[in-house]
């Protein structure tokens, strides 16, 4: 059995209707309703018949136009599923989502100069020093100095003080794993935790396929087991009613990065509760209640494997109890990993803004 968000909150509706239109709030219900479109589309129309939807929008000719364009489809059973077109605007619209909150202001992001593979030309440029490529030399700009410091009158000579080249940002390829806590407490308490964590799975993989195709990534649900995903499944993921298996998951993200061989390795972990279960002796040992230190301990014990591996793990915590924060920091403190406390509303700005501002400080 698996437990289903239902919850819709008005003032969030309202607002993807104002900023979004009626395509960005079909994407936003698909993904709360892990994946099946029919439910989405009666979602709508109760929107519809709540006041939340203008009552002229004909809601029929809107999912006939998306069946024209190919985003969503239809089974033998004559059920709607989300087609190919439909998983690649959902990804689009999660990483557009994101980065509209970055320039307005979010987390924020830097590109950081640091040592790597590979190089992108910026359009700064500094003196010359021994060693430099002569491909990236400024011809205008060591032109002109030779102009300024020569003889006007005389022939054009360059001096070695005269050169100028392009700065370069050094660039690392990485491979990342997203770790999705899909334990009961994703959607405890009548907040939906899981969407976001979808959206951030998503955003991420559109940012690497568009921006960075030389890095990876890679998903890794956990609740009471930890099993990989592929990306065209993270649409559909859904909480169950699970233990948190957070040793699982390192587990197997080690695993999977193993596989890698991109220069750098890194896990984010997205989870909003304490670790409480572990496997033991072929089946699963649980405690719900406080911080079971058998558990505690294992998994800090794996942690501590990602660091000696050479792999960071950076977790966003989706709960302030200082009892978990405190697990939190030890950690991080044994990874050598950072940590990040973030609302499910802020989720994606922090998890792009780190992305793209940390992959480029590696170094091998």
């Given at each position: 059995m698996r437990f289903r968000y239902g919850y819709l909150d008005p003032d969030l509706i309202r607002q993807l209707l104002s900023e979004m239109g009626l395509r960005r709030l079909f994407n936003h219900l698909l993904l709360q309703a892990g994946g099946d479109v029919d439910e989405a589309m009666e979602w709508m129309r109760e929107l519809q018949r709540r006041g939340y939807i203008d009552g002229g929008v004909d809601l029929d000719d809107f999912?006939?136009?998306?069946?024209?364009?190919?985003?969503?489809?239809?089974?033998?059973?004559?059920?709607?599923?989300?087609?190919?077109?439909?998983?690649?605007?959902?990804?689009?619209?999660?990483?557009?989502?994101?980065?509209?909150?970055?320039?307005?202001?979010?987390?924020?992001?830097?590109?950081?100069?640091?040592?790597?593979?590979?190089?992108?030309?910026?359009?700064?440029?500094?003196?010359?020093?021994?060693?430099?490529?002569?491909?990236?030399?400024?011809?205008?700009?060591?032109?002109q100095n030779a102009m300024k410091s020569g003889d006007p009158f005389g022939d054009l000579e360059i001096a070695e003080d005269d050169l100028e080249v392009f700065e370069t940002e050094h660039e690392s390829n990485c491979a990342t794993v997203v770790m999705i806590d899909i334990s009961h407490s994703m959607i405890l308490y009548g907040e939906d935790r899981i969407t976001p964590a979808k959206k951030v799975a998503l955003a991420l993989t559109e940012l690497i396929l568009t921006k960075y195709p030389k890095d990876s990534i890679d998903v890794v649900l956990f609740g009471d087991e930890a099993i990989e995903v592929p990306v065209s499944e993270i649409p559909y993921v859904k909480v169950g009613p699970y233990h948190t298996n957070t040793k699982a998951g390192l587990e197997l993200a080690q695993a999977i990065l193993?596989?890698?061989?991109?220069?750098?390795?890194?896990?984010?972990?997205?989870?909003?509760?304490?670790?409480?279960?572990?496997?033991?002796?072929?089946?699963?040992?649980?405690?719900?209640?406080?911080?079971?230190?058998?558990?505690?301990?294992?998994?800090?014990?794996?942690?501590?494997?990602?660091?000696?591996?050479?792999?960071?793990?950076t977790t966003f915590m989706l709960a302030t109890d200082p009892m978990l924060v405190n697990f939190v920091e030890q950690l991080s403190r044994i990874n050598r990993g950072r940590a990040f406390y973030s609302s499910p509303d802020r989720l994606g700005e922090y998890i792009l803004a780190d992305y793209i501002r940390n992959r480029r400080k590696f170094v091998h």
């Open positions: 999912f006939a136009r998306m069946v024209e364009e190919n985003l969503i489809g239809e089974d033998g059973d004559g059920n709607f599923t989300l087609a190919a077109g439909g998983e690649r605007q959902i990804r689009r619209d999660a990483l557009d989502q994101i980065f509209g909150g970055l320039r307005k202001g979010g987390a924020g992001y830097h590109s950081v100069t640091s040592e790597g593979q590979g190089s992108e030309r910026l359009t700064e440029t500094r003196a010359w020093k021994f060693g430099d490529d002569p491909m990236s030399l400024d011809g205008v700009r060591t032109l193993r596989r890698r061989r991109h220069a750098n390795k890194q896990i984010f972990m997205i989870t909003d509760g304490k670790p409480s279960a572990l496997h033991e002796g072929g089946r699963l040992y649980t405690n719900s209640f406080g911080l079971d230190m058998k558990i505690v301990n294992r998994t800090l014990e794996e942690a501590e494997r990602c660091r000696r591996a050479g792999i960071p793990i």
